[in-house]
């Protein structure tokens, strides 16, 4: 039996899979780890090369088994699907991403670190935040026409709304009405001070992020769009030009050729 040297690692919640072969590619190693198991099974190996799927979790597992000596390289799954030969099941996804990650035109998805993370948690957080505070302003606005009290679209133009709603002495809105409408302005007042303070702690981490600072320096990118791009492209040097990146961020069709004929699809966006 030879030394490992290549690990296909199938991520999961609590049970996960180890995929490892030689240097001739002669598989040596297939078995389930508990999560608990994980670091120690792989702090007792020499070094060698680990690949996972960039998914849920993915970051912090390359962060802690870079931490025990391996060298640990994410891949899309979408480019990890084509090698699995067999039905999917956990040893047969394993076993794709070890034959995967050694694939000399495999492309790879630089590790995030724990900054850029946080970072990008406090933006996906004050998205869900204002979806909800659209939501519940949809609602307001929707149950206010039914009384006939109608407001111009826009943000800025609820605040009518929510004044109607809270001045008592308005007939316009029955009694039994208001109070329930109260809970709808009660949560959207909430809401706004929530957005503030992440837009806030943003604004922060912006003024003392140097990519950060580079980003906004080019005309029509703020705070928010520096921080989101500083926290979500860990390695800039992946892309090979502008266009490349654009591609990336879905600002251009993808395409679906044959025969010759290029044919682009709006419909499915490069990501």
Not at 54 to 59: G, I, V
Request: charged share 20%; with cysteine.
């Amino acid at each position: 039996m030879g030394e490992i040297t290549t690990i296909g690692l199938d991520l999961a919640k609590n049970i996960f899979q180890v995929h490892g072969i030689d240097e001739t590619g002669t598989a040596v190693v297939v078995k389930r780890l508990r999560r608990n198991q994980v670091i120690g099974f792989f702090a007792g190996l020499p070094r060698c090369l680990v690949g996972m799927e960039a998914c849920a979790t993915a970051h912090h597992w390359t962060r802690e088994l870079t931490g025990v000596g391996h060298e640990v390289r994410l891949m899309p799954p979408q480019y990890v699907k084509a090698y699995v030969k067999r039905n999917k099941n956990d040893a047969a996804d394993a076993a794709a991403i070890c034959e995967a990650v050694k694939r000399p035109s495999m492309r790879f998805v630089p590790a995030k670190t724990i900054e850029q993370q946080s970072a990008l948690l406090m933006h996906r957080t004050r998205d869900l935040l204002i979806r909800q505070r659209t939501m519940l302003i949809n609602a307001l606005r929707g149950h206010m026409a039914e009384f006939g009290l109608i407001e111009a679209q826009g943000l800025h133009k609820v605040a009518g709304l929510i004044t109607t709603v809270m001045d008592d002495r308005d007939e316009r809105i029955p009694e039994m009405a208001r109070q329930a409408l109260k809970m709808i302005t009660g949560q959207i007042n909430e809401l706004q001070a929530r957005i503030a303070v992440l837009e806030t702690q943003v604004l922060a981490w912006h003024k003392n992020n140097p990519v950060c600072q580079r980003l906004a320096t080019i005309p029509g990118i703020g705070p928010i769009i520096a921080t989101a791009i500083a926290a979500t492209v860990a390695d800039p040097s992946v892309f090979r030009s502008g266009r490349e990146f654009a591609a990336w961020l879905g600002l251009v069709p993808r395409q679906s050729s044959t025969g010759g004929k290029a044919a682009p699809r709006w419909d499915q966006q490069t990501r």
